[in-house]
């Protein structure tokens, strides 16, 4: 048979900070309506309510004197180890993020120099032709970035790529908003080679959606629920999480199924599926619908990892910092080996949705 190229994941790291923050440190805030009228109920019910919903009980905080790029940094140096690889070799450096760079004095957004030019500066790359550059595309964009480089491999341009997923939410969520507490920090990134294969290895398939007629203002920024904040001009991250939960669970089920039927396999095949770390009962209830409609009415278990419970939902770097976790067998129950099939997914601000069927080596 004729050798074909694949992307194959070949270093995986990630940094969890070490600042842990519990549903119960979010008690002492108050809370305000969209409409900016004080909500009543005591702290304790208001936590307790939110896990209930989530499943999250804490999550972590980036320390005050780190910036987005250290942490990216840091995961990019794990993933390059693990992998064994010259990063003067590399063709890219592909940093997801939505939010640039923010100190714990100034929230707001800075994105220049890019932040892969800041990565690629602090890993100490001197070759010009490893190319660096940011994907803006939500939660999904670590997904986006790895089908991304998966052309580039694939096209035979490119051979080596390095991809990043970092954010800091903490520093842009408003403390005033209780969808605050869904919101953590964190980075997560692999190495991403091109290997010649005979059968299918690394990226399979993958499938991409954007629904931005109707629902692209799902998640938006916007000024603080508190009409008396501090400083009415700073922006927050605001989502309409009943809209929002609805979508994804309409959505996310059919585009990973679409990506499936694209690959070959079938959902029985599959070992692992990996969804964006947003909500745990919203997950739980798309692999629900996604097995239902492949005809499958009960779900396997330990299926799906989750790590939303203790590290918040942390945008683009869940998908990664969960597959570092198992790959590092850091996860209980959970492990991954040769010839396992995987799934990908992620839903987020755009609206985006994305997938990607991975085999591993």
């Avoid at 998908?319 to 492990?335: A, G, R, V």
């Amino acid at each position: 048979m004729e050798k074909k190229i694949y992307s194959v994941i070949t270093g995986t790291g990630s940094y969890i900070p070490s600042r842990v923050i519990k549903n119960e440190d979010f008690e002492k805030n108050v809370f305000y309506e969209t409409n900016g009228t004080i909500i009543e109920k005591p702290g304790k019910e208001i936590s307790e309510k939110f896990h209930e919903i989530t499943t999250i009980a804490e999550r972590r905080y980036i320390t005050d004197d780190m910036i987005t790029a250290d942490m990216a940094h840091l995961a990019a140096e794990e993933a390059i180890k693990a992998a064994g690889i010259d990063r003067e070799e590399l063709d890219y450096v592909i940093v997801a993020n939505n939010f640039g760079d923010t100190t714990a004095e100034n929230r707001a957004s800075d994105h220049v120099p890019a932040m892969s030019s800041k990565v690629k500066q602090k890993l100490g790359i001197v070759n010009p032709e490893t190319v660096a550059y940011d994907i803006t595309f939500g939660c999904p964009g670590w997904l986006q970035a790895v089908i991304q480089a998966d052309y580039f491999i694939k096209s035979g341009d490119a051979r080596k790529i390095l991809v990043i997923g970092a954010e800091v939410l903490s520093r842009i969520s408003d403390p005033h908003d209780r969808d605050c507490m869904l919101y953590a920090d964190g980075a997560g990134a692999v190495v991403l080679e091109g290997r010649e294969s005979t059968t299918p290895i690394g990226i399979v398939a993958h499938k991409t959606r954007s629904d931005t007629l109707h629902h692209a203002g799902l998640l938006h920024m916007g000024p603080s629920y508190n009409p008396e904040f501090e400083n009415p001009k700073d922006l927050f991250l605001k989502m309409n999480g009943r809209r929002l939960y609805q979508y994804a669970l309409e959505t996310v089920p059919q585009a990973i199924k679409a990506c499936l039927d694209k690959s070959g396999y079938a959902i029985t095949e599959v070992k692992k599926v990996l969804i964006h770390q947003a909500n745990g009962k919203m997950d739980d209830a798309i692999l629900k619908r996604l097995y239902s409609l492949c005809g499958i009415e009960n779900t396997p278990l330990d299926v799906m990892p989750m790590t939303v419970h203790n590290l918040g939902n942390t945008s683009v770097a869940t998908l990664p910092t969960l597959y570092d976790l198992i790959i590092k067998d850091n996860m209980e129950n959970h492990q991954i080996n040769a010839g396992d099939v995987l799934i990908f997914a992620s839903v987020g601000a755009g609206m985006n949705i994305n997938a990607v069927v991975y085999k591993m080596e």
